[in-house]
């Protein structure tokens, strides 16, 4: 698993290694020497003009490293700093002074929409993880030029994105052809409006050890998974990998129950049984059928759990009192694990979170249905989705997937404290 920080873990690693006595000024150095390379190697051509865009900080600092390093090589670059010199970090002042000792042109930002346009490479160096307010004045406008740029190159976020949450904090952010972020990913890389603003991500060593940083989030690899899955015997059969049973299907909705069903064999089960409340409903030949009668409901689920690992319960199961009957005798009495999906988050959410303490219980929800469970507008679930999916598996005890273009994973083990 590939860690992902959050801006506050992020700080707390930098102090941790400039306290053991890394000068930040080196940390920067690395940073912007990284980034440089990347940039030379993997989105530059030979020749290609440079505009880097820099701000009064530490990102405008490695943004100084990253003009030096590229004009050393012979890149034709220009600098224009967004921001009076009075409001210049130290760090960020020395970096400046080393790329105007080695001949390096600075320009004023009047005209900038005119020298993005000759550029062929325009690095976004305004704004870094720290920024935590919308984008006024000459930095919006600058940001508005970047993004009519030809590529457009972030250092470690892009400008007018929070780095925790992803989402645009006010009118702008830049929209980035690649984003190289520094010593590890970080948790606004992968929310809300970044899916669209990051691009391609590259991270850079910035030459200390990671070890000290134990996140509370990373990105699954497919190798992660892998490891977690136990090879098939090679004498296996049906009764051996498992029989996953799913719960839905009214009338109306059979397909939804047939589609998970599908999942589950392609998955691996050996055996499915699809348990429905519709009366009549067909599935295909090497999907099992159960029965869910309104006069026997409970004896019947009682005989579906016999031998079953795995319940799926609410794909296109209904909201009538049969539905909620289903899921709270699930919730009861079933020993396995339950994964639990549309309709029957909806009830859930109409029973509470705290319904779920003590059960075996993955919800599934995407934002919308999320929203539901955690009593909030779709709109603070999109804006906060790594702090809603913790507050969900905190809330319920369960292990929440959030469902999205980039899927998010908690349960009470990976969260804080």
Same mark, same amino acid.
């Given at each position: ?60 600092? /490695? !943004?100084?490293?990253? @003009?030096? $390093?590229?004009?050393? +090589? =012979?890149?034709? #670059?220009?600098?224009?700093? *967004?921001? &009076? ?51 006024? /004045? !000459?930095?919006?406008? @600058?940001? $508005?030029?970047?993004? +009519? =740029?030809?590529? #457009?190159?972030?250092?470690? *976020?892009? &400008? ?58 990373? $990105?699954?690899?497919? +190798? ?194």
């Amino acid at each position: 698993m590939i860690p992902v920080l959050s801006r506050e873990e992020m700080r707390a690693f930098d102090a941790h290694h400039i306290k053991a006595g890394v000068p930040s000024i080196v940390l920067m150095e690395n940073a912007g020497r990284g980034a440089a390379e990347i940039i030379e190697q993997r989105i530059a051509k030979a020749g290609d003009s440079v505009l880097v865009v820099c701000g009064t900080g530490n990102n405008g600092g /490695d !943004g100084w490293v990253v @003009a030096r $390093r590229l004009h050393t +090589r =012979g890149f034709p #670059v220009t600098v224009v700093q *967004i921001g &009076s010199d009075a409001r210049i970090t130290p760090d960020a002042k020395a970096q400046r002074s080393a790329y105007e000792a080695v001949g390096g042109k600075v320009r004023s930002s009047f005209g900038l929409d005119e020298v993005v346009a000759s550029s062929a490479i325009v690095v976004d160096a305004l704004f870094g993880t720290g920024l935590d307010r919308p984008l006024e /004045d !000459g930095a919006l406008d @600058a940001v $508005r030029a970047m993004n +009519r =740029g030809k590529i #457009v190159v972030a250092l470690d *976020i892009p &400008s007018g994105l929070h780095a925790n949450t992803g989402e645009v904090m006010g009118k702008e952010a830049v929209v980035a052809h690649h984003t190289i972020t520094f010593a590890f990913e970080k948790c606004g890389h992968f929310g809300g409006a970044a899916i669209g603003r990051v691009g391609e991500l590259h991270t850079v060593d910035i030459g200390v050890p990671s070890s000290f940083s134990l996140p509370t989030s990373g $990105r699954i690899e497919a +190798r992660d998974v892998a490891q977690r899955i136990a090879p098939r015997a090679k004498d296996a059969h049906k009764y051996t990998n498992g029989h996953v049973a799913v719960v839905g299907g009214s009338a109306g909705k059979t397909g939804a129950a047939g589609l998970t069903s599908h999942a589950a064999l392609r998955a691996g089960a050996g055996l499915v049984t699809v348990a429905t409340l519709a009366e009549h409903a067909t599935f295909a030949p090497e999907i099992m059928q159960h029965a869910l009668r309104a006069e026997t409901l409970a004896d019947d689920l009682e005989r579906l759990y016999l031998k079953k690992r795995v319940l799926v319960v609410g794909p296109g199961l209904g909201l009538d009192a049969r539905a909620r009957t289903v899921v709270e005798h699930v919730l009861d009495t079933f020993k396995g694990t339950v994964v639990l999906d549309a309709d029957a988050l909806t009830l859930v959410a109409d029973m509470g979170l705290g319904r779920l303490a003590g059960t075996n219980v993955i919800l599934t929800p995407h934002g919308g249905e999320l929203a539901r469970l955690l009593k909030r507008t779709s709109e603070a679930i999109e804006a906060d989705r790594f702090g809603a999916v913790r507050d969900a598996a905190e809330q319920s005890g369960a292990t929440v997937v959030l469902k999205g273009p980039r899927t998010l994973v908690a349960d009470t083990a990976t969260l804080p404290g």
